[in-house]
């Protein structure tokens, strides 16, 4: 079946073990299946006891139970499924994990490859414990186990740090991270009464410590209960609230007997309380008795147990290993501790007992960060819209469960795709998302799946790659005109396929910046000669532009700037970049609490690079400071200059006036933004700037450089001002009067709100169609 014809509603999911055996794993399948209505779902399983039924229905979920134990689960399996794909004809096989599961995931991909293959990794043991376990079998079973991956047309992972092990074991296919969830239904029933921060660290005497957890080495009970006995042992006077503690441990597993007896090595049995086996829907109850959730992880795939006690709005302990640091900022939303200290843990334990403050302030900040990210209803829209992808049909169904025709095939060829960050990113997975809802069916080859290989064997992996997936399209489209646009142009000539081309940039130019030479204008670069790295860079985006049937730019400044590379006017198209306005509830004065910002908050942000300006604001800083005493300066970014401006920032005396933050998370910077009095960017070069898009949204004033693409935004004295680049007297100027005028300040805002309004995605998505479709 191809990717592109009408879609199928049947899938067949391999797991080892299904309800009523539960974890993570088992959880996940049951919470996404049951809000996806537009699929038939049948599931192969081991029947480990004999009283469970051979065929049963749970939720969404056909569920066929097997004999054969797990060391022939892969085998049995694959039989059982060959029988059912007679029966039901499948579109898709979704293995969870990738243990005997994926074994038998990937006998079925090769006995029927039209087939398409989901492995889902939701593993929580050390990534080297499968090889581990195959012993001396590695020799002949290895390179099979490494096909697991190889082999799936889609990987989802529930942490970034399982996607980087799909990485290495040489997936091709699209990455994905979808983490698990957290039942908010049941635990909004539990807490919805009590105030953010108070579900943790009540008022009393005795503290409770709680983990739940299987009992197993990973898990580093163990850990948790010598820092216990840690600060027991502490002089009265210097333990304090440390004296009265009681452990809970919630879980059983092959460590119990052990953890057992070093309770009692240690003299702390009678504080540490084994309380076994907790059905899921009860470890709510004992979450709200606690005050702290600790987990001292050897290794986790995620750990949803810590989502699970965030939501419950406890502070958390743990360590920065596997997907933890995916959720667990030090700091915010809890703490990390050393993997295999007892000492270091008992200290950050005797920490959220005596300052109760920062306790509440990071359980406030998990709980709202679960609440927000890590609920079921979202994850199984992301896991249907993956999902979406994998079968082939172009949508799982309209509104009326009606199919859409897919009539246009596009192969969409990006440098990055997420996981990673940045625009083209960004942009390739709402095509990804959004296209197949209105009859394009597509297909995203990202350089990420080559970017391991050395330099020039990967671009010509990346164009084999390119020519076998473009047979099957009807458009390839390339987003930018070098590293991924240069193969797939060279693909599409092969093919006899129509070839589109984005262009966010001169990439020549950014590629002779990055080199730290004298910043020259975009505009000024066209007209010189360079070096022969750069000519022969500048002559490759040349030669990509002028093979392309159409080439897109988000910016008329871009559009100009590719005209001078000698392009035909009436291919080039301006269609500007989609925005959806990010909605952050919180008030600025609520996020200026949060975030510990005080006076005249100036915010700057982007990649810490020459052309960006940021040294000149860091030395007209004492100047403002003059006018306004309580100004600071917040920089938002990482790059190739931070060190440099650290320098200029210590040099001028200025540490606490000036704070380079590095790079933050998305929403992080949007709470900056929002929380923010001015908004400055000093920047040399635009094409079009999503920062200040974002500044526009979050309603914090304006000022930008009359630079590129930026007045295609800002208009200057009516939604935001503007200035000369590197002006330091004219930008001095404008911040004052700026960050002084609380009128102008609301005049501003109120007109830049309006205009973010104009670039919505459905416009984008129209405009882009109309291309693709001609």
Not at 473 to 493: N, R, T, Y
């Amino acid at each position: 079946m191809d990717f592109y014809e009408e879609r199928k509603k049947r899938v067949l999911i391999f797991s080892l073990a299904y309800i009523p055996f539960v974890s993570g794993a088992e959880l996940a399948v049951k919470e996404i299946t049951d809000r996806i209505n537009d699929l038939d779902f049948d599931l192969i399983t081991l029947r480990f006891d004999r009283k469970w039924a051979k065929k049963e229905k749970i939720g969404n979920v056909n569920v066929y139970r097997i004999g054969g134990g797990k060391l022939f689960f892969p085998f049995f399996a694959f039989w059982k499924a060959r029988k059912l794909h007679k029966k039901n004809g499948y579109d898709s096989v979704w293995s969870i994990m990738a243990n005997r599961a994926g074994f038998a995931a990937l006998f079925f991909k090769l006995w029927h490859p039209k087939v398409k293959y989901l492995l889902t990794l939701q593993e929580g043991d050390t990534l080297d414990y499968p090889e581990k376990r195959m012993g001396l079998a590695k020799i002949f079973i290895g390179g099979l186990f490494k096909k697991v991956f190889t082999k799936a047309d889609y990987v989802q992972a529930i942490s970034n740090y399982l996607a980087d092990w799909a990485r290495n074991m040489g997936a091709k296919a699209p990455i994905e991270v979808v983490p698990n969830g957290v039942d908010l239904n049941n635990l909004k029933s539990k807490i919805s009464n009590l105030p953010a921060g108070e579900a943790g660290l009540k008022n009393k005497e005795e503290k409770i410590i709680i983990t739940t957890s299987r009992l197993v080495y990973k898990n580093g009970v163990d850990v948790l209960i010598r820092a216990i006995s840690n600060l027991k042992s502490l002089p009265a006077g210097e333990a304090g609230k440390n004296s009265n503690i009681k452990l809970w441990i919630l879980g059983s597993g092959s460590e119990e007997k052990k953890l057992k007896n070093l309770a009692k090595e240690l003299k702390v049995e009678e504080v540490v309380q084994f309380l076994g086996h907790i059905e899921p829907g009860k470890v709510y109850e004992y979450l709200m008795e606690a005050d702290i959730f600790v987990r001292p992880s050897r290794t986790e795939g995620l750990g949803s147990s810590f989502l699970e006690a965030m939501g419950a709005g406890l502070p958390v302990i743990g360590t920065a290993v596997g997907g933890i640091p995916d959720f667990l900022k030090d700091g915010e939303t809890g703490l990390f501790c050393k993997v295999d200290d007892p000492k270091d843990l008992a200290e950050k334990i005797k920490k959220l007992i005596t300052d109760e403050e920062f306790a509440k302030r990071i359980a406030e900040n998990g709980r709202r960060l679960v609440l927000e990210k890590y609920n079921w209803d979202d994850i199984a829209k992301r896991m249907k819209n993956l999902l979406s992808h994998i079968i082939p049909i172009a949508n799982l169904g309209d509104s009326n469960g009606v199919g859409v025709d897919v009539n246009t095939r596009v192969l969409i060829c990006t440098g990055i795709y997420p996981p990673d960050g940045g625009g083209p990113a960004t942009y390739s997975k709402l095509l990804f998302d959004e296209l197949p809802k209105r009859g394009v069916g597509v297909k995203v080859l990202s350089f990420g799946a080559v970017r391991h290989l050395p330099k020039v064997v990967r671009h010509f992996i990346y164009f084999f790659k390119a020519l076998k997936m473009g047979k099957k399209a009807d458009i390839i489209f390339a987003q930018d005109p070098v590293s991924v646009g240069f193969p797939a142009m060279l693909a599409a000539k092969i093919l006899r396929k129509k070839f589109i081309l984005k262009v966010v940039g001169d990439y020549a130019w950014e590629q002779f910046q990055a080199r730290g030479e004298k910043f020259i204008t975009p505009e000024n670069f066209q007209d010189k000669k360079f070096d022969f790295k750069t000519e022969l860079r500048r002559k490759i985006q040349k030669y990509v532009a002028k093979n392309a049937h159409k080439i897109i730019v988000p910016s008329q400044y871009l559009k100009k700037i590719v005209l001078r590379w000698g392009i035909d006017e009436d291919k080039i198209k301006v269609i500007y970049n989609a925005f959806e306005a990010p909605d952050l509830k919180e008030s600025k004065d609520k996020l200026r609490k949060k975030l510990n910002l005080s006076g005249t908050v100036l915010i700057s942000a982007g990649r810490l690079v020459t052309w960006k300006g940021f040294d000149k604001l860091i030395e007209i800083m004492p100047e403002i400071i003059k006018e306004i005493p309580d100004a600071k300066l917040y920089i938002i970014g990482s790059g190739p200059e931070l060190e440099a401006l650290e320098l200029k920032v210590k040099s001028l005396k200025l540490q606490d006036k000036v704070i380079l933050t590095n790079q933050l998370e998305h929403k992080d910077t949007l709470e900056y933004l929002k929380a923010g009095d001015v908004f400055v960017l000093n920047t040399g070069y635009e094409g079009f700037s999503h920062f200040l898009l974002e500044a526009m949204a979050m309603e914090i004033p304006i000022i930008t450089t009359n630079i590129g693409g930026n007045v295609e935004l800002i208009e200057d004295g009516k939604n935001g001002i503007l200035a000369e680049y590197n002006n330091v007297e004219e930008l001095k100027k404008k911040i004052i009067e700026l960050a002084k005028n609380e009128t102008l300040k609301k005049e501003l805002t109120k007109k830049a709100k309006q205009k973010v309004a104009e670039f919505g995605v459905g416009k984008m998505l129209e405009e882009t169609i109309k291309i693709l479709k001609q």
